[in-house]
């Protein structure tokens, strides 16, 4: 079967993937790339997900690209916004011209014989799958699966009269105009929905086991604002970008230094938020650390606005079994509902959603060691976008994408063909992928590759230390191995 080559398949079409494509065009101007996408469009996560109110939970001079500025005055930015800003740079770069749209990769083959990646794509209205080569696979997939999201296996599910949504399945005919609605969950799809169903639902309850940590942020950053009066447009972007970041780094590393100093601050932002009439110890005070998990943000305190005026309520308990007509808790008590929103989690995925194998061999991620966050071990001219936990999800990808230019131009240099971490330190100390508890990550945390003890292969969440790894440290570092 005749195949397509290119010098380096992007597979999907999100902003990483986007990254990926204008550094390729910026930083490897004699080789030939495509984005296979397996979507009708843009976007991934942001084409994917369409529930009420759906934002970034990120400033968006962070989690736009450093190449582009963000020119909408809204710093935390609806979806809308956001697909409007990808549309605007693939057309400006001449990206579009690259994606072929409803391209699902179902496997992807490397042959050391070869120096090639043979990647096995499903089309529509074709028996008859198609085949691709390329010399570097880049992959821009994310980290869940885009068919299902995460709903639990709750007890007496079956009997429930109305209508159950999951927000990774939200469609237009979902109707909670004036109903009674109960959002099971307390992480940034929760805390989203919430504020902006309220303003439509008779009532609107978030059931949920135990509390988030939730912070109120203004929407429109006003040192942004007069930046860009002061500066050209650019240098503005920069100046905002810079400012995030540094502030992003510093309110993590003082969380995670003087955690219950920072619980305290974020307790006393939620009192100041809701009002000294509020208890806010049952609800409202988490268990764990800051940063154990992701905060959530709250735009201008829209989530604890809806509770003040009473048209949402949070109820902290555990479910006995769905009913007829609601939730019978394990207190005893009954939330009646119309619609039950099961906002549950993600489906995570260790790399990728299809198989991968290395010279006819089937990879298990479990198996392999992350070499910088970016590539795997004894897996040659592959990467993968994976972001910040503790940060704006593209800083690192942004990185990566312009580390894989690096490395491509390197070899083509030296007259490399493959390129591949390979650990051979009898010291080195393995520890688990990440130090993050949601649950979508410990749902999977044994099928996810390891870490190192000791870079490269130590995995941080840290910008300035990545920064310096990726562009620093020089490529040949013995641990790469080149052929």
Not at 144 to 158: A, H, L, R, S, W
Not at 397 to 410: E, G, H, W
Not at 424 to 440: A, I, K, S, T, V
Request: proline share 5%.
């Amino acid at each position: 079967m005749k195949s397509s080559y290119f010098d380096t398949l992007i597979i999907g079409a999100g902003i990483s993937g986007i990254s990926a494509a204008h550094y390729m065009q910026t930083d490897c101007l004699n080789k030939t790339y495509a984005i296979l996408e397996g979507r009708k469009n843009i976007g991934g996560t942001w084409d994917l997900f369409r529930y009420p109110g759906i934002r970034s939970d990120s400033d968006m001079f962070t989690f736009g690209f450093a190449f582009r500025p963000w020119k909408n005055p809204k710093a935390i930015a609806p979806r809308e916004l956001i697909i409007e800003y990808l549309e605007e740079t693939i057309k400006d770069e001449g990206i579009d011209q690259h994606i072929q749209f409803e391209h699902k990769v179902t496997k992807a083959a490397w042959s050391s014989e070869t120096s090639l990646w043979t990647i096995t794509v499903e089309i529509p209205n074709s028996d008859q799958p198609k085949i691709y080569t390329c010399s570097f696979l880049s992959l821009c997939t994310g980290y869940y699966n885009y068919e299902n999201g995460y709903t639990p296996k709750f007890k007496g599910i079956d009997r429930f009269k109305g209508r159950i949504a999951h927000p990774q399945k939200w469609t237009k005919d979902i109707d909670y105009n004036n109903k009674k609605v109960v959002v099971i969950g307390s992480g940034a799809t929760a805390v989203t929905l919430i504020p902006s169903m309220a303003k439509q639902t008779k009532h609107i309850t978030m059931l949920q086991r135990s509390p988030t940590y939730i912070v109120a942020q203004p929407d429109v950053d006003g040192i942004a604002q007069k930046l860009y009066k002061i500066f050209p447009e650019k240098t503005a972007h920069s100046l905002n970008r810079w400012r995030k970041i540094r502030y992003q780094n510093f309110t993590y590393n003082l969380a995670r230094k003087y955690p219950n100093f920072f619980k305290g601050i974020l307790l006393k932002g939620v009192k100041a938020s809701l009002g000294k009439d509020h208890d806010i110890s049952k609800d409202f005070v988490p268990s764990y650390a800051p940063w154990d998990q992701r905060l959530c943000l709250a735009p201008n305190g829209d989530f604890f606005e809806a509770i003040k005026t009473k048209k949402a309520s949070v109820v902290t308990d555990h479910i006995d079994t769905f009913t007829e007509n609601g939730i019978l808790l394990k207190s005893g008590k009954t939330l009646e509902a119309d619609l039950i929103v099961t906002a549950t989690g993600l489906n995570a995925t260790p790399a990728s959603n299809f198989d991968i194998e290395v010279d006819g061999k089937l990879v298990n991620f479990a198996e392999t060691i992350s070499y910088k966050g970016a590539m795997f071990s004894n897996i040659p001219n592959m990467s993968l976008a994976f972001g910040y936990t503790n940060a704006s999800w593209t800083l690192k990808c942004d990185m990566v994408s312009q580390y894989v230019c690096r490395l491509i131009n390197y070899m083509d240099k030296n007259n490399y063909k493959q390129c591949t971490p390979t650990q051979n330190n009898p010291d080195l100390e393995l520890r688990p992928f990440m130090d993050f508890q949601p649950g979508y990550v410990l749902r999977i945390l044994d099928k996810m590759p390891k870490t190192g003890s000791k870079e490269p292969w130590r995995l941080k969440q840290d910008y300035f230390y990545d920064k310096k790894m990726f562009e620093k440290r020089k490529l040949d570092d013995g641990v790469l191995k080149f052929k």
